[in-house]
């Protein structure tokens, strides 16, 4: 379904035509009311008047995450700060947080984004929204309930955890629309199948799945799992949180909201922007926001964009699932690989449930790679050397698919830490 017609389906040039206003004006204000955006437009010798066309947006200077934390709490405000209606935070567990402040009008476009995100997968007034991301500084939460009061459907705050009042509330309220973190929803499956609930009973029918990377196989087993369809849903504090981007009902790449944020692909290397299909690290600029608008923020998100009309009617670029970050990509003796590459291999194989973590480790100036991997109760419980070839044969695999020597280690049904938002895929041991 699409929530707004007449923007989610703008003919090519006149969303040019859109964008081009909103990034001059956007220019503008950034540049007379934000005195770090104009030291860095000076420093890079661009002035607003030279914003005739989107295209020009490539004289912008980039902008990086450590930079918005230089500048924290308000550097990044180019209005008044009493016209702030309400903030938002990245977690700041690595250092300082990244500031989301939002005017009256940023939040009506956040629930505007949030609407079409929620209604794209088919949801509508009647539906009632079981919102399990945390609520608080966190986007998630809050951003899932404004889209789905926008819609009209009936929102069940329940924030993050405490699994078994989720089964409960979903249970009791006739849940139709779960949104949580994938590896969340797996957890409510688990605890599910553990307390006999039996899903394809519930009237659950869709769930909106983002915040962290996951593959088309962990889709799979949800949609097995919790009887219902997942959609992939893509956001970041920085720009506005969840409502950047979203599967149609089509789950095939998501629908960028280009009238609002407008999306490109660089070589993270070089800066160089990249044609459609290549992948490379995706920048963003918010064309509407008025309390922290962004110009060129480097995402470190690694995935690409397709052109290509898609079927459902809407005519924005599309962009691929996220492949995985410039930041998490893990380097085991020179060579490159993401955790969702591993992923990929790992779910290929019969009995393994998406739960794992890689652990690195450096032995006399050398990388070594673990793979713990739940398995089935069945497999868990076969024979040892069962279990070893199993092992043998995922090292020979990913070994074929990416080059990489790991150790494959298959550990019981829930050895591994659950988590209630974002899932804890990496543990680098290396002293660099
Ligand atoms: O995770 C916003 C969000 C909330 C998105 C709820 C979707 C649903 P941050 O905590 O700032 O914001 O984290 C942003 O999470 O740069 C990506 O690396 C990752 N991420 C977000 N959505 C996806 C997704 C929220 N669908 C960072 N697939 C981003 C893969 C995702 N990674």
Same mark, same amino acid.
Request: a neutral charge; proline letters at 4%.
């Given at each position: ?236 504090? #920085?720009?506005?949180? %969840? ?5 149609? !009902? *089509?789950? /095939?790449? &998501?629908?960028?909201? =280009? ?90 194989? #019969?009995?393994?449930? %998406? ?5 690195? !480790? *450096?032995? /006399?100036? &050398?990388?070594?790679? =673990? ?62």
């Amino acid at each position: 379904m699409i929530w707004n017609r007449e923007f989610e389906t703008l003919s090519r040039k006149r969303l040019a035509q859109l964008q081009t206003k909103r990034l001059q004006s956007l220019v503008r204000k950034a540049y007379n009311g934000n005195p770090f955006y104009r030291g860095k437009m000076d420093a890079a010798g661009v002035k607003p008047t030279h914003i005739k066309d989107i295209s020009d947006i490539v004289k912008l200077p980039f902008i990086t995450k450590a930079e918005m934390r230089d500048v924290y709490p308000y550097g990044l405000l180019s209005c008044d700060v009493n016209n702030i209606a309400e903030i938002h935070t990245s977690s700041g567990t690595t250092g300082k947080p990244v500031v989301d402040a939002y005017t009256k009008k940023d939040l009506e476009i956040w629930s505007e984004v949030m609407a079409r995100t929620l209604a794209s997968g088919g949801t509508t007034a009647k539906d009632r929204v079981q919102n399990a991301y945390g609520y608080g500084l966190f986007t998630g939460g809050l951003g899932v309930h404004y889209g789905a009061r926008k819609i009209g459907a009936m929102v069940i705050p329940i924030s993050g955890g405490n699994t078994k009042r989720q089964l409960q509330i979903m249970h009791d309220f006739g849940t139709t629309v779960l949104a949580c973190t994938p590896s969340y929803s797996l957890y409510i499956a688990e605890a599910g199948k553990e307390e006999k609930i039996d899903f394809s009973k519930l009237p659950l029918r869709s769930g909106f799945f983002g915040a962290e990377p996951w593959s088309e196989n962990m889709r799979k087993e949800i949609e097995e799992k919790l009887h219902l369809k997942a959609f992939d849903i893509y956001g970041l504090t #920085e720009i506005i949180g %969840p409502g950047v981007a979203a599967e149609c !009902e *089509r789950q /095939d790449l &998501l629908h960028v909201y =280009e009238d609002h944020f407008f999306p490109e692909i660089i070589d993270p290397g070089t800066g160089e922007a990249l044609p459609d299909g290549e992948k490379g690290e995706l920048v963003i600029t918010t064309l509407s926001k008025e309390g922290t608008p962004v110009v060129r923020y480097r995402t470190r998100d690694i995935t690409y964009l397709d052109h290509s009309k898609c079927g459902c009617g809407r005519t924005s670029v599309r962009m691929h699932r996220i492949l995985g970050r410039t930041d998490d990509m893990l380097i085991i003796r020179g060579v490159n690989v993401f955790p969702s590459q591993i992923e990929e291999v790992l779910l290929r194989m #019969e009995g393994v449930e %998406p739960q794992y973590q890689l652990v690195v !480790e *450096r032995r /006399d100036n &050398l990388d070594y790679l =673990e793979v713990q991997v739940e398995v089935s109760d069945a497999i868990f419980s076969d024979e040892i050397k069962n279990l070893e070839r199993r092992e043998k044969q995922m090292e020979k695999e990913l070994h074929e698919a990416l080059l990489i020597h790991a150790k494959v280690k298959l550990v019981e049904p829930k050895a591994i830490a659950r988590s209630e938002g974002k899932a804890k895929r990496i543990i680098d041991k290396r002293v660099l």
